[in-house]
């Protein structure tokens, strides 16, 4: 594969390697051959419209162009070993087009056109293509998570920040939240689809000098791309970055819940744990180990698909109307992303689907904080007796550090609940029985029904 121009080599299984077959027809040289042939006979075709090229000799481009559809690789094979040669892709793929016409009503071909016309639109076609099986992958995902999200409803575990136990939310109000999450990822790949559904048809330096703008409409509008308002002899590569920092965030999102489920299969959490399949074996050394490799491997790719968003970053400054020193980094990172992202997706819904999800973990572990998740809702109450907030605080906390103290001198009667109702100081504010009834699971899931109705989920 080499550059409009130059020839910078990428092994074919660089950019494959990850790929599901979808995703990876969109990235061969034959697809993109496939796009290119239909460019110039688009283009051609538009030069009939305007009476510069005879419809007879249209005739014969249109019949050449057939043949190599019908051998696409026959085509890719003859460009390549032109480029050899010529040191120079798009020259190598129209002498190999001129050949099959036989005729010299080839001289039509590429009329008007730069190179960039043709690798610029095609381009755009395939992040068109691309971002459709993206978002064909996450409306794959949603039903998955929120079927997930809806069997674990009132399923309790500890909410965590820093690492630490926090308040109690419940299993399927997380899930609720990567599914919110991945509803935000939906709308960015729709609006990448969008910001790189461009082509350029306009010559040289892109002032339409050879071609007029019509001949670019007619050909976008055929190939569901819109025109570039201007254009250099290229299309600005900021619409290509925005692009490949929408899906480094999407990828992004993916590590968010990796890491949080890589959490979850800790042995001293396990509240969940990636499928284990018959067979699997988990360490060379160490048969007992179930790892959540899967996971990890989500979160390394998420930072290659990052990494390869700054390149495209990278790629906005271009000297003058263009140089080529973006186009062999695209050639790697954005059939590299794309496939990446794809396959990350195609490993995320078997995750969800086959996740093992521990409740009775969640239940231990909520009991390891002795029920001081109650703290702010003791803190509450008290203020609402009438006690400042200081005041409120000192009493709670106090008698929480207490009942770490009992818990680390080595006695099993430590609880919260039995510490605050022995301090006088806060019994004396609550009727009997009041204190056990606000420290309950019920009052802190009391609203979770109320958050799945409102996002759609019930």
């Known amino acids: 594969m080499t550059n409009a121009g130059g020839s910078t080599k990428i092994p074919a299984d660089m950019i494959l390697r990850y790929s599901r077959p979808g995703m990876r027809a969109i990235w061969t040289d034959e697809n993109k051959f496939r796009i290119w042939l239909q460019i110039e006979l688009l283009a051609s075709e538009a030069l009939v419209q305007q009476g510069i090229v005879p419809a007879a000799d249209f005739a014969r481009i249109q ?15 003859r460009a390549k070993e032109l480029e050899k040669t010529l040191n120079h892709d798009v020259i190598g793929f129209t002498t190999a087009v001129t050949e099959q016409i036989q005729h010299d009503a080839s001289r039509w071909l590429h009329f008007g056109l730069t190179s960039s016309d043709i690798v610029d639109t095609a381009f755009g076609v395939q992040m068109v293509q691309s971002a459709d099986l993206l978002i064909a992958d996450v ?3 949603l039903p998955i ?14 909410g965590r920040s820093h690492g630490i136990h926090g308040e109690p939310t419940s299993f399927g109000l997380k899930l609720a939240l990567m599914h919110e999450e991945f509803r935000r990822a939906l709308t960015r790949l729709e609006r990448a689809r969008d910001v790189v559904a461009v082509g350029k048809l306009s010559g040289a330096v892109g002032t339409h000098a050879h071609l007029s703008p019509a001949v670019e409409a007619a050909v976008c509008a055929k190939l569901g791309l ?18 490949m920092s929408l899906l480094a965030i999407v990828a992004a999102s993916i590590e968010n819940w990796a890491v949080e489920f890589r959490h979850l299969q800790r042995t001293e959490v396990l509240e969940a744990e990636e499928p284990f399949t018959v067979g699997q074996k988990g360490s060379s050394a160490m048969p007992h180990k179930r790892n959540p490799i899967t996971w990890e491997r989500l979160t390394g790719l998420a930072r290659v698909i990052r990494g390869n968003s700054v390149a495209a970053l990278e790629n906005v400054a271009l000297w003058h109307e263009r140089d080529i020193s973006h186009s062999s980094v695209e050639r790697i990172i954005f059939p590299d992303s794309c496939t990446l992202l794809d396959y990350m997706f ?8 086959g996740l093992n999800v521990y409740p009775e973990n969640m239940t231990k572990n909520l009991g390891l904080s002795l029920g001081m998740w109650n703290s702010q809702t003791v803190l509450l109450a008290l203020i609402r007796k009438g006690l400042t907030r200081e005041a409120a605080y000192t009493l709670v906390q106090r008698n929480a550090m207490q009942t770490w103290a009992v818990k680390h001198a080595g006695r099993d009667d430590a609880d919260f609940l039995r510490q605050l109702e022995g301090d006088p100081e806060v019994s004396c504010h609550f009727a009997p029985g009041e204190l056990r009834d606000l420290c309950s699971l019920d009052f802190h899931l009391k609203e979770v029904a109320n958050r799945f109705r409102a996002l759609g989920l019930d």
């Open 346 to 353: 195609g490993l995320l819904v078997k995750l969800m689907n």
């Open 226 to 243: 819109r025109p570039a308002p201007l254009a250099t002899q290229v299309v600005q590569r900021d619409l290509h970055a925005e692009y």
């Open 63 to 77: 019949a050449g162009v057939d043949k190599c559809l019908l051998d696409l690789k026959a085509l890719t094979e």
């Open 139 to 141: 409306n794959e995902l």
């Open 145 to 158: 998570i929120a079927r997930r999200a809806r069997e674990h409803r009132l399923t309790p575990c500890i």
